[in-house]
């Protein structure tokens, strides 16, 4: 099994739909995260935890929501999903310090017609 | 400026050629320094950190300039399976290590 696992895979959704995205991990990190790539624009970081029931903003949190109820599982959730959050989306994880580079599940692709 | 700016190639090279990358970043208290590897459609993979000293993993060598912001990634003998985007990624220090990645540099390697 893999260290980091995404579920969907893939999803397609309308408009206006609440949608959630699940992250489980097997690494015994604490640190988690939920990016967003979209073409031309790199990895975008929209939230993270440093541990269970630690939220924290990223750079590109509106529309989103996250929740981190175990160490292990973090999940993402689209309130209201409209068409620009189509967008490949990663979680990841990492060790309490330091930064020594990050653990990716297989990511989910997103698309919201 | 962006904090951390790639070459978007495409770089395409031989098979058996030497190719290099480089990667800028604007942040100068910038202190740890990474490349990863993702395969089309899929997730990036840490393939190594970059230290002051440089460092080496077979054919692929990274190094850091600090008094020129940027890091490079040298690949030696390409092979076929090398061809990936690569991005550059940088952390910052303190309490929340702020983490940035760049927009990555395609490489294909052609037979």
């Known amino acids: 099994d893999a260290d980091v696992t995404q579920t969907p895979r893939n999803r397609i959704t309308k408009t206006g739909k609440r949608i959630m995205l699940e992250c489980s991990q097997t690494k015994g990190h604490d640190r988690m995260y939920w990016y967003r790539q979209d073409p031309g624009l790199g990895l975008r970081l929209i939230y993270y935890s440093f541990d269970v029931k630690d939220i924290n903003k990223g750079e590109i949190s509106d529309g989103y929501s996250v929740s981190r109820q175990a160490q292990a599982k973090f999940s993402l959730s689209l309130e209201s999903a409209i068409p620009n959050q189509t967008a490949l989306y990663f979680c990841a994880t990492s060790e309490r310090t330091g930064y020594y580079g990050y653990t990716f599940g297989s990511g989910t692709r997103l698309t919201v017609v | 400026r962006k904090e951390v700016e790639q070459d978007p190639g495409p770089f395409n090279v031989p098979e058996g050629a030497t190719v290099a990358f480089n990667c800028t970043y604007s942040n100068s208290a910038s202190q740890s320094f990474f490349w990863y590897r993702q395969d089309c459609r899929k997730e990036p993979k840490l393939l190594m950190s970059?230290?002051?000293s440089g460092n080496e993993d077979g054919r692929f060598t990274a190094q850091l300039n600090r008094a020129s912001q940027y890091i490079s990634l040298l690949i030696r003998d390409s092979k076929l399976s090398d061809s990936a985007t690569y991005l550059c990624v940088v952390s910052n220090s303190g309490g929340y290590q702020k983490v940035t990645f760049g927009t990555g540099t395609k490489l294909q390697v052609i037979p």
């Open positions: 970059v230290y002051s």
